[in-house]
């Protein structure tokens, strides 16, 4: 009897089969982002890249997808996101073939074991599994001190200071990196007393319900609860910033539901807290763009004013909040 011919060898684009899965998933969506950043830099159409929401997501529906061939482009892309690990087994049989014009990219919202079928099926197509472990102890350490130098110019005192008042959440940890980032970025001084004041640590409920109470527009709770903040020993202009930081959120919240972006798919963009993300996503609905922008105007005048000494800082915090 003849031999059955060898299977052809796959060409390297074929082997641009890529899982991503564990209980890490910020470092999941990260590894996400910049693997589609890479796959999409050579497509010319909108065409090339089709993304599928893991939820109720059908082998059917994916096989068509991961067959279809390139129109204009000279691959195709295409993403999966979310996956339940309790449905990722029944995506497997999907991927008995995937032509190498075909990039596909699966993340899945949990871990997968090394024996799961989908996992399998991506290592049959000649790709591979990279699994994203929750980071612990050193390696969290690591990690936010690496992410404070390389992402956020910051020093590794202000990571070891973070991660000792933060939740052992990547989300959470960047998130506050970049609110102190974000704070030196405005010329400000940043001193450990301001670095404590800006974290969650600092106060972070008090100036959370403020804002709260600043959108759509300010209530007179608003201004108790300033009040009550400057009596406490925060700085009126860090409250300020605070309030614009928050509004500057608002405001891109808006641009995106302006794009018809949902909840969901704005809360994975963002690199703030999901529950923070959502609180905006709410107010938002409610304000229009020019109030907001409006808003983070009427704020940088009053920190102008308050460094050029034109008023006074605390009676200024209250002449803001009725001008909002």
Request: charged fraction near 25%; hydrophobic fraction near 45%; charge should be neutral.
């Amino acid at each position: 009897m003849p031999r059955a011919a060898p299977r052809p060898a796959r060409s390297s684009s074929a082997a641009a089969v890529l899982l991503l899965h564990g209980e890490e998933r910020f470092l999941v969506d990260e590894r996400a982002r910049a693997t589609l950043k890479d796959w999409t830099a050579d497509l010319v159409s909108d065409f090339g890249l089709e993304t599928l929401d893991g939820t109720g997501l059908t082998p059917a529906r994916l096989r068509d997808a991961v067959v279809q061939a390139p129109f204009l482009d000279p691959h195709r892309v295409v993403y999966v996101r979310n996956v339940n690990p309790a449905r990722a087994e029944g995506l497997a049989a999907a991927l008995d073939l995937v032509p190498p014009t075909t990039r596909l990219l699966v993340t899945v919202a949990g871990r997968l074991g090394a024996t799961n079928k989908l996992a399998k099926a991506i290592g049959a197509a000649g790709g591979k599994a990279e699994e994203m472990p929750r980071l612990v102890r050193r390696a969290l350490s690591d990690w936010a001190t690496k992410r404070a130098v390389e992402e956020h110019g910051l020093t590794p005192a202000i990571a070891a200071q973070v991660v000792r008042v933060s939740p052992a959440d990547l989300t959470v940890i960047d998130s506050e990196l970049g609110k102190i980032a974000a704070y030196k970025a405005s010329g400000a001084k940043v001193t450990n007393e301001v670095v404590a004041e800006l974290l969650a640590g600092g106060r972070e409920d008090e100036i959370f319900r403020l804002n709260d109470h600043v959108l759509p527009h300010p209530t007179a709770h608003a201004f108790e609860l300033a009040r009550n903040l400057v009596r406490s020993g925060v700085a009126p202009t860090l409250i300020a910033w605070r309030m614009a930081r928050h509004i500057a959120i608002v405001l891109e919240v808006k641009a995106r539901q302006g794009r018809g972006e949902s909840l969901q798919v704005v809360q994975q963009e963002m690199a703030e807290h999901p529950f923070v993300v959502q609180k905006a996503f709410d107010v938002a609905q409610q304000s229009s763009e020019a109030r907001l922008e409006d808003a983070l105007k009427k704020i940088r005048d009053y920190e102008w004013e308050v460094k050029s000494g034109q008023v006074d800082a605390d009676l200024g915090l209250d002449v803001l909040l009725a001008r909002l």
